[in-house]
C-alpha cells in the first residue's frame, strides 16, 4: 500500500516538477540577457483643422542610415519615389522616439517647412538640418539583437489554454520581453521606422 502510494506521489509530482525546471531554466537564461540600449524612431500621421487636400505630405524613410522625406502632393495615391513604396496614410507628419533610459516617448521637432531638398541615385529627396544628427538603422533587428513587436503574446509555451495577447509594443530577445511603455492612446497612431544608432 505505501508502495502504491509513494507511485502515486511520484506520478503526481514528476510533471509539475519538469515544468517548474523548465521555468527556472527560461527565467535563468533571460536573466543573462542585457537589456537593450538602441532607442526606437516612430511616425504619425496625425489630422488637425489645418490639414487641407493640397497640403504636402512628407512620407520618411531611411537612406544610408540617414533620415530623408519624400514629399507628395497627392495623399490619397502617395506612391513613394523610392522603391515604388506606397503608403496610403496622410494627415500631419510627427516623429517620436521612444528613450528607452527615461521610458518614455519624446516628440522630434523639425520644421517641415525648410527642408533641403538633395538627389540620390537620380532621385529628389529632403532632409531636416533638426535631423541630421541622427544615425539610424531600418534594419528587423537592433544591433544588440532586439526585434521590435507592435503586439506580444504569452503564456503558449507552457500553459497554451491560458495563452493571450497584449497590444503594447514589445522588445524581444530570446524569450526577454521589455515592455514600451507608451500610453494606450498613443499605441495605434505609432509606426516604428527603425533604431537610433547614435543621437
Known amino acids: 500500500m505505501k508502495k502504491q502510494n509513494i507511485i502515486l506521489t511520484i506520478s503526481i509530482l514528476a510533471p509539475v516538477l519538469l515544468i517548474g525546471f523548465f521555468i527556472a531554466t527560461a527565467i535563468l537564461q533571460t536573466r ?14 496625425e489630422y488637425g483643422s489645418e490639414e487641407t487636400e493640397t497640403d504636402i505630405k512628407l512620407i520618411p524613410r531611411i537612406i544610408d542610415n540617414h533620415l530623408v522625406f519624400i514629399k507628395h502632393k497627392d495623399k490619397h495615391k502617395a506612391e513613394a519615389e523610392a522603391e515604388a513604396e506606397v503608403d496610403y ?17 519624446k516628440e522630434l521637432s523639425f520644421d517641415q517647412e525648410d527642408l533641403a531638398p538633395i538627389v540620390y ?12 544628427h541622427l ?18 503574446g504569452g503564456g503558449d509555451l507552457f500553459f497554451p489554454l491560458f495563452s493571450y495577447r497584449d497590444y503594447a509594443p514589445t522588445l524581444e530577445k530570446a524569450g526577454k520581453r ?5 500610453k494606450d492612446r498613443d499605441i495605434y497612431r505609432l509606426t516604428f521606422i527603425g533604431w537610433i544608432l547614435e543621437k
Open 178 to 182: 521589455e515592455k514600451l511603455k507608451i
Open 32 to 45: 543573462n540577457i542585457a537589456d537593450p540600449t538602441y532607442n526606437i524612431l516612430f511616425k504619425s500621421y
Open 121 to 132: 541615385k537620380n532621385k529628389t529627396f529632403y532632409v531636416a538640418k533638426e535631423l541630421q
Open 89 to 105: 496614410n496622410y494627415g500631419h507628419l510627427k516623429l517620436y522616439m521612444y528613450d528607452l533610459n527615461e521610458k518614455k516617448l
Open 135 to 152: 544615425k539610424l538603422s531600418k534594419e528587423d533587428s537592433s544591433p544588440d539583437g532586439y526585434k521590435f513587436e507592435s503586439s506580444s
